[in-house]
């Protein structure tokens, strides 16, 4: 009864693999072994009966090799989610993410912490901050005061999850116009976008 069950548990995901080779749309496959889960995020390039080749995309949205999964070993199989939806944009935007120019025009003028979070208020650019504790926090500045701003934190996909108020002298750096806070600004534009069409 379990060999059967398995059997068709492969089947079954060896068509929705198929089904999303044939649509070109993102995957995520997670393998349990023993105790430590990992997720593989790609495109399908081929689906036998026993395995799934996959060309990875990293979290940047570009293509980073492959990788071949035996499809008994794949626990679970996402195939549509706002995670996903997320890389794939990433993906088919990537030429666009890491304008070096964005990142110069910001290096020769800013000098302190609190020029990058009030340029960044100005502007509508992303940030990232990192206070002395390890603590990183990603969005927009929404106020900057005398030794205090206030950050709408986003999520990794985009989405806007919490405001914070931080104390400035907290922050040990924070990154302006870098290709990670550009990627974020991309991400949270299609998120507000998407959000718009419902």
């Excluded at 990875?56 to 999964?69: K, P, Y």
Aim: aromatic residues 8%.
């Amino acid at each position: 009864m379990t060999e059967r069950k398995t059997r068709q548990t492969v089947e079954a995901l060896r068509r929705r693999l198929e089904d999303a080779q044939r649509a070109s749309r993102l995957v995520a496959t997670y393998v349990d072994e023993s105790a430590r889960t990992s997720v593989t995020v790609g495109f399908v390039q081929s689906v036998g009966d026993e395995a799934v080749v996959i060309g990875l995309i990293n979290e940047w949205g570009r293509l980073d090799g492959s990788i071949v999964q035996r499809l008994c070993q794949i626990s679970r199989l996402e195939t549509d989610s706002e995670y996903l939806r997320s890389r794939e944009y990433l993906h088919r935007t990537e030429d666009s993410i890491g304008d070096e120019s964005v990142a110069h025009e910001y290096a020769t003028t800013l000098r302190t912490i609190t020029d990058v979070l009030q340029r960044a208020k100005e502007d509508g650019a992303a940030v990232v901050v990192e206070d002395y504790r390890g603590v990183v926090y990603e969005g927009y500045v929404i106020e900057v005061g005398s030794d205090w701003f206030q950050i709408d934190h986003l999520l990794d996909h985009g989405q806007p999850e919490s405001s914070f108020v931080i104390s400035i002298d907290d922050l040990v750096r924070a990154e302006i116009g870098s290709p990670r806070t550009q990627r974020m600004d991309r991400l949270y534009r299609r998120w507000v976008h998407s959000h718009h069409e419902r």
